[in-house]
Structures are given as C-alpha cells and as structure tokens.
C-alpha cells in the first residue's frame, strides 16, 4: 500500500563519513547510453539538448504534481513551484550568439541521422513466460511502464510491447497512468501487476502501466520504457516502485543500490555496492526531500556557491542550477558568455575547458572532469557546458546533478540509512 509520507526518519548522524554498507551480495546489470549531446567530430548538438531541458522540464514538474497529491505541498523545497507545461517549439529559439549558424544547419542532418536518446538503459524482464524490454533507469522517477500490445501509434511500432493475455501471472488494477509531456502529447495507460525481473532480482506483482499511447518525445528511441528508482512518493501510480518492492519481498538483502557510469562498463547494482568498481571509502550524506534523491550542504567550487540543495538524477545529462546562481558560475570562467537564454546554455572558450570545476558536501571535492564539462562545439573558439540555468521547480537553492556529474564518481543510493554516497572510481 502506497505510504503518504513515504520518507521515514532520516537516518541520524551521516555525515561526510563513511559507513557500512553492504559490499558484494547483490546482482549486477550492466547497461549502456545512447548519444549524447556531442556529435561524432566535437560539435554541440542544440536541439537535442533543448529535446533534453523540455523533458527535464516536464519530468519534474510531474514528480511535483505527484509529490503534492501524495505527500502534500509541505514536502516541497523552499520556493518549489509546479511550472506550467514546457514546450519544445516556444523553446526552441536561435543562441544568442552570432557565430552559430553553420553549426545550427548541420545540426538539422545530424539529427535524422543519429537519433538523440538521452539516457542509461539496460534490459529486464516482465511477464510469464518474461518478455525482454530495454529500460531506462532512473533515480529522478517512481514509476514503471513499457509500451502493450494495444498501443497502435507509429511511435510504438519498433518496441517491445507487453501482451498482458500471454502472461500467466498478470493482474488487472483500477485507476490509470498518465504523464503529460511538452510536446501536447501523454505517455499513458492502464495499471496492471506482474513479475519483474532485473538481473538476478525478480518482484512479484509489481505495479507498472503497460502503455497504450507514447508521446512522440519516445518514438525514435532505442528505450521501450523507464524504471523509477526514487522515493515512492513520486508515483503516480501511488504504489512500491520496484526496487522498494524488492526489498519488501526480501529479492535483496540491502536496500542500497549504485551506479557506474562510463562509455563503457556501466553498470547499475542492486543490494549492495560493487567495490571492484571502486577506492576508498563511500561518502555518505543524509537525503533532506521528501521523494527525491536528495542532500543539503552541497558548494561549488567556483562561483562561491554554497549550502545548495542537491538532487542526483540518473536521467538527465545536464547539471541544472538556479540561473542567477550560474550566471555567477560562469562570471567566474573567462571568456564564458550566454549561448542560450531560453534553455540556460553558457560558452566558454574551447581552449581553456575548466577543469576544477566540483561539488563537495562537506567531505572531499569531487571534481567534474573537463571532458564530462564539455558538451561540444557551437564555433571554432567556444563550446558549451554541462551547467546550466534553468529553474526547474524544484526549489530556490536547488541544483539537479545529471550524469554529467555522475560519470566521475560511483553513486550509492541507500533506502536503508535514507543517504547518497560518493566514492572514487577505480
């Protein structure tokens, strides 16, 4: 049963210190990610990262509108607000910059050619007898849901689809899903219950939405659905996501989870953490928000900001922060200017890609490497970076840490102790 205040007690004393966990006794997933925001010779690929910030956009204020009827608005952040739906056309707009334009016109050709999936995916199982589905796993979610068998639409015609008359283990729930997304369209369905398995961790009756209509956001994608890994009181389906269920169940034996990040040898697991993948101790710190992946007393390294509110989000690429609190970041940075002020892209001169850039709540300064920062070209001196202004909803002080950040640490995400950890990657 869904828990209005799904986030218990914190748990006491985490602080910029390690702490047990349990190590080697869960099951690994590996996985992989689609293109990025660069294209194959150095170049920043705008309107995929605008496809990106919309997404973001709607995704949070969802996880909000979620937030608020399961937990109330005394769960949001300080300044929180739900926005209105974004739209990719009013927010697709020319840089501000002069010097784009051919940049601008051989973007149109990379497009159609290279697709634009933005995200960490991996395989799992629903269903008996199973059925194989390519997910996108992310902490910045609760929900489960794949295409079915009666979503006809074009976009959902190179997916996998779920059939729930061939499963054995199905069961029909009331209500239904849905989630509005920028582009006028919804990914929406039904709710039913099956067997899910990730790896080696199989859940019964876990809820999820088999899909009957996709937005055109997904269409082209690789990726048949997403997995939500966040706190329950982001669900619109009011129910256990499936890691919690898993822990419920006892198909885990700890409620942590973690990430690695990389071009290669991602992977996400599940019950503990992998310390081949890993040095030293984990950094732990307390979640401070009710649903969301989120720790207090975060600062930047450049800029002086600092007592920020952090959310790590596997879903997204892009760092966001406050716009005014990045304008100050890249005042900081010579030679950095505004490159879009609708989406909240900056430039900054390719010759000198900032390299100290690097959050720390606390403990160590985990740094973002320059190749990570970088998102590519935009003319033959400036390229553009991974931060970038956009108010997302979710807070005055709030900044979002895509995987921009996440590909330089090994991210732990513990249900047990409510904390986030950090570590260094071997």
Request: hydrophobic share 35%.
């Amino acid at each position: 049963m869904f828990v209005k205040s799904s986030l218990v007690a914190l748990a006491l004393g985490l602080s910029a210190a390690a702490s047990p966990v349990v190590e080697g006794m869960g099951t690994s997933v590996p996985f992989e990610k689609r293109n990025g925001f660069t294209s194959h010779d150095g170049w920043f690929e705008h309107r995929l990262a605008i496809q990106q910030v919309v997404r973001d956009v709607n995704k949070h204020r969802n996880n909000l509108v979620n937030l608020q009827r399961n937990s109330g608005r005394t769960s949001f952040n300080q300044g929180a607000h739900i926005r209105p739906v974004a739209n990719y056309s009013q927010m697709m707009k020319q840089p501000d910059t002069d010097d784009d334009n051919y940049n601008e016109r051989r973007q149109a050709v990379a497009l159609t050619n290279e697709g634009g999936d933005q995200y960490w995916a991996g395989n799992i199982q629903i269903g008996s007898p199973t059925k194989q589905f390519y997910i996108d796993f992310d902490t910045g979610s609760a929900d489960l849901w794949v295409p079915s068998v009666n979503c006809t639409s074009s976009y959902c015609s190179a997916k996998n689809k779920y059939n729930q008359a061939v499963s054995t283990t199905d069961s029909k729930k009331s209500g239904s899903f849905s989630i509005q997304y920028g582009d006028g369209s919804k990914v929406s369905g039904p709710v039913f219950s099956d067997t899910v398995t990730v790896g080696t961790v199989a859940v019964k009756n876990q809820y999820f939405s088999p899909v009957s209509t996709l937005s055109p956001t997904f269409g082209d994608e690789k990726m048949d659905g997403i997995l939500g890994l966040a706190y329950p009181s982001l669900s619109n389906l009011r129910q256990s996501p499936f890691f919690n269920s898993a822990k419920s169940q006892g198909a885990v034996k700890s409620g942590v989870f973690a990430f690695k990040l990389a071009k290669t040898g991602s992977e996400l697991y599940l019950g503990g953490t992998n310390s081949a993948l890993y040095s030293g101790p984990i950094e732990y710190h307390s979640v401070t928000g009710s649903g969301f992946w989120q720790i207090a007393g975060g600062s930047l390294a450049i800029g002086s900001q600092t007592n920020i509110q952090t959310i790590i989000d596997s879903g997204t690429t892009i760092i966001y922060g406050p716009p005014k609190q990045v304008a100050a970041f890249y005042k900081s940075i010579p030679g950095s200017k505004v490159y879009d002020s609708s989406n909240g892209f900056y430039s900054f001169p390719c010759s000198s890609i900032p390299s100290n850039v690097s959050f720390s709540w606390g403990g160590k300064q985990w740094k973002i490497s320059a190749a990570n920062f970088n998102f590519g070209r935009v003319s033959s001196t400036q390229c553009v970076g991974a931060i970038a202004g956009q108010d997302l909803g979710l807070g005055t002080n709030t900044w979002l840490l895509g995987d921009s950040f996440m590909k330089n640490v090994y991210s732990v995400f513990s249900f047990d102790q409510n904390s986030v950890g950090f570590a260094t990657l071997k």
